[in-house]
């Protein structure tokens, strides 16, 4: 069974600063992803980053990355010069093989709101 | 490229209604899921699809059927419909790890 835990449901950061939002994740499989995803207040959900299991390298796209301590089974979103756009919910989100299908199962979010 | 249409946008229904959410999808993606999103609770996944023919339950199919007669079409059947199906839900499609969303359906179960 796969779990993702989002222990921060709140966070505040100040505007061009940098923030990390933590995800920690159980899965007794070898092979899996791991994505972020963003859920501003208009609904939609947007994918930001990915990170493979047999990934050595952390993934980056643009101002975020992802900080992947396989051995701590961690997958934090660190988001560098905060912007008020960045007000939004986050997902941490995990895929594994599951019959044939890729399952993905989504942590419970941190809100994050940016102070100007 | 429209990407992953939903319809409607929002919808209230009563209690024992019956209705039908429409997924619709113009990247040839195998790959098709119904999720439903609670407050607290993050998304959960209602059906899935990994082909034209191919459907299965997720973790919380209770009250919900699917189909998918072609590639490009995955609706979501309410057959009988109760107040703790009131939720936002998403339809999405993939091709490798990377799931792309509709705009979601806003569903009120009165």
């Known amino acids: 069974a796969q779990k993702i835990t989002q222990t921060q449901p709140g966070m505040f950061v100040q505007e061009k600063e940098a923030v990390t939002l933590d995800c920690t994740y159980d899965t007794s499989d070898q092979s899996y992803g791991l994505f972020w995803y963003k859920q501003p207040s208009s609904g939609e959900m947007i994918f930001l980053i990915y990170?493979?299991?047999?990934?050595?390298q952390n993934a980056t796209e643009g101002r975020y990355s992802l900080n992947f301590q396989k051995a701590r089974k961690s997958a934090n979103l660190v988001i560098s010069a905060s912007q008020l756009g960045d007000s939004a919910m986050y997902f941490c989100a995990m895929s594994a093989l599951w019959g044939g299908y890729q399952k993905v199962t989504f942590g419970t979010g941190t809100k994050l709101q940016v102070i100007p | 490229n429209a990407g992953v249409t939903q319809t409607p946008k929002f919808q209230v229904l009563k209690t024992g209604q019956s209705m039908t959410l429409q997924c619709a999808q113009d990247m040839n993606h195998e790959y098709m899921s119904w999720y439903r999103q609670d407050p607290g609770m993050g998304l959960r996944l209602i059906h899935y699809s990994v082909g034209a023919g191919i459907t299965d339950q997720g973790e919380v199919p209770n009250g919900y059927n699917v189909s998918r007669s072609t590639t490009e079409d995955f609706p979501l059947r309410l057959l009988s419909a109760a107040p703790s199906q009131t939720s936002v839900y998403f339809c999405a499609s993939s091709k490798g790890y990377e799931q792309y969303f509709g705009p979601g359906t806003r569903l009120t179960v009165t």
């Open positions: 990170q493979g299991s047999y990934d050595e």
